[in-house]
């Protein structure tokens, strides 16, 4: 039960016989076993270390990221999640990775931001990783998320601009109105087609307010425009199942 003396005598043994399997996997275990005793913290701070040690593979490393990143985040340290993520997405991503972890990370930067009320530095975070093109990027979901942001505080332009990004990221099915199916995530999908939704939005409340009134004359006039209308949202919500 003396977890830190243990890290501590590994951690020796790994600094004077780095090639030794023995303190390389008693760390493994030493972190697993924090966890399972719910130290959080401990067992974060831990996989934090690990993920920077050369001893172990690259997936080794970016697992005990990913998985320091989240405990760090689940346990409220948000200062220790961002600042882990920033050192692990330099250190072992780099600008140019097609490493789905990586991606994961990289986006959920943006949300920690946010959900510490740092909205404005989360919104360029953000756009700057859309300023950036990778394989498995997730642009669908960054984009998503500012859209909404600039929704909450009314700037409608800027939120259509990157609503229609998110939209345009992804391929629709062929004989839906949209392009070859490409190779992006159902998640990637899912936020396309969402935001797709919200697009259509503003021809729905129109549709809607659109009344039918006597006079006949009016009756008829707004009736062709009513069908008008309803044509339009039909090719759009066909657009949408397309995803």
Not at 58 to 67: A, I, K, P, Q, Y
Not at 184 to 192: I, K, L, P, T, V
Request: proline share 3%.
């Amino acid at each position: 039960g003396l977890f830190t003396d243990a890290e501590r005598i590994y951690g020796q043994m790994l600094h004077g016989n780095a090639g030794s399997p023995l303190p390389k996997e008693g760390l493994k275990r030493l972190a697993s076993k924090y966890l399972w005793k719910s130290r959080f913290s401990d067992s974060a701070g831990l996989y934090s270390r690990l993920s920077t040690l050369s001893i172990y593979s690259l997936d080794e490393r970016l697992s005990f990221f990913r998985t320091a990143f989240w405990l760090a985040w689940g346990s409220g340290d948000l200062g220790s999640a961002y600042q882990g993520a920033i050192h692990g997405l330099n250190d072992l991503c780099g600008k140019k990775t097609a490493e789905p972890r990586c991606e994961e990370i990289a986006i959920e930067v943006g949300r920690l931001l946010l959900e510490a009320d740092r909205n404005q530095e989360g919104v360029t975070y953000l756009k700057e990783y859309l300023s950036q093109k990778r394989p498995n990027q997730r642009r669908a979901e960054a984009a998503f998320i500012v859209g909404k942001m600039y929704q909450q505080i009314h700037e409608d332009r800027k939120a259509v601009q990157y609503f229609e990004e998110s939209a345009q990221s992804v391929a629709r099915t062929p004989g839906r109105g949209g392009r070859s199916r490409g190779r992006e995530s159902d998640r990637e999908r899912n936020f396309a087609a969402h935001a797709a939704f919200v697009l259509v939005e503003p021809y729905y409340a129109k549709f809607r307010a659109l009344r039918l009134e006597l006079p006949e004359s009016k009756l008829k006039s707004a009736t062709r425009e009513k069908l008008a209308q309803l044509e339009t949202l039909a090719t759009h919500y066909s657009n949408i199942v397309g995803y």
